[in-house]
């Protein structure tokens, strides 16, 4: 195998990082949402950890992102 497909194969492999992070931002959005119908008065509450949660895991999927940049385009 050559540098280049290794290049490749190793950008596609850090690209699944991002696949997780779309899976959590979901899962955090239908927890917040399943929470805030069973109480409405308590949706409000919780809303600066829903933004937290989100920033967090989308940060994680823009890093899976860079490295798989970086494999490309630098190394």
């Known amino acids: 195998m050559d540098a280049e497909a290794a ?3 190793g950008a596609g492999l850090a690209t699944i990082g991002m696949f997780g992070a779309a899976l959590g931002v979901g899962n955090i959005f239908s927890s917040y949402l399943e929470g805030a ?3 409405p008065s308590a949706a409000q509450g919780q809303f600066g950890t829903l933004v937290f949660g989100f920033a967090v895991t989308e940060a994680l999927g823009i890093f899976s992102l860079l490295i798989a940049i970086l494999l490309l385009f630098v190394v």
């Open 37 to 39: 119908l069973r109480n």
């Open 7 to 9: 290049k490749f194969i």
